[in-house]
């Protein structure tokens, strides 16, 4: 399979706990976008990296959240003491240098 | 601050009926407006529009954008039961940042 995968699919955790999800793009995708959706909603922007920069990250997003992409490949998203209000569809999504987005299957998370 | 507007949020057709799904947006310099089909898993990509007044079509799927009112439609036509599903609006903005509309959940009955 040579879509975006990610790494798990769900996660169980207590809130207070840190957690830390992987994404694989496609092969030679530069781009790669992380976002998290909550049900009824449409994905909200995270962050976005062009190979290994982070080049945005949203003002919504907490300083409990922190993503990498340290070789330009792979990336992982890692939430700190995290909180009930975490529980959502995390997605990735990568992007060969046009406007088009593959999305990956998602890690839904939930804190307990 | 940039914003994506889906109307309307829920909709339930029979089959064979055309529908038509809006997308409005108010985003800092625009680049693209991305269309995409969300059903118990991740979006998949529909559609990328970039001009206006140019349609795309696809199948029964077709949209067209509208920079100067800053709209888009999305149409599907002699709709079928697999065409249920979450249809999602997004816009290209300044940083090549992704803004999603909510979303329209689209019912076919048979």
């Known amino acids: 399979d040579t879509g975006v995968s990610q790494d798990p699919r769900h996660k169980i955790t207590k809130r207070g706990q840190n957690v830390t999800f992987r994404c694989d793009p496609i092969s030679e995708h530069n781009r790669l976008y992380w976002y998290r959706q909550t049900l009824g909603q449409g994905p909200e922007f995270l962050t976005y990296?062009?190979?290994?920069?982070?080049?945005?990250k949203s003002r919504l997003l907490s300083d409990r959240f922190s993503a990498e992409r340290p070789k330009g490949s792979f990336s992982t998203l890692e939430i700190q003491r995290t909180e009930q209000g975490d529980s959502a569809m995390y997605l990735c999504?990568?992007?060969?240098?046009?406007?088009?987005?593959?999305f990956g299957p998602g890690t839904r998370l939930t804190v307990l | 601050e940039d914003k994506v507007v889906q109307s309307p949020l829920s909709l339930v057709v029979h089959e064979g009926d055309t529908v038509t799904l809006n997308c409005s947006y108010e985003v800092t310099n625009f680049r693209s407006l991305l269309w995409y089909k969300q059903e118990k898993k991740a979006p998949t990509f529909l559609f990328m529009l970039?001009?206006?007044?140019i349609e795309k079509k696809s199948g029964r799927l077709s949209s067209i954008l509208d920079k100067k009112e800053l709209f888009s439609i999305l149409n599907i036509t002699a709709t079928q039961t697999g065409d249920s599903a979450i249809y999602l609006c997004a816009v290209e903005a300044l940083g090549q940042n992704f803004v999603f509309g909510p979303g329209t959940r689209l019912s076919v009955l048979p």
């Open positions: 999504a990568s992007s060969p240098g046009v406007d088009e987005q593959f």
């Open positions: 990296f062009q190979n290994e920069a982070q080049l945005e």
């Open positions: 970039t001009s206006s007044g």
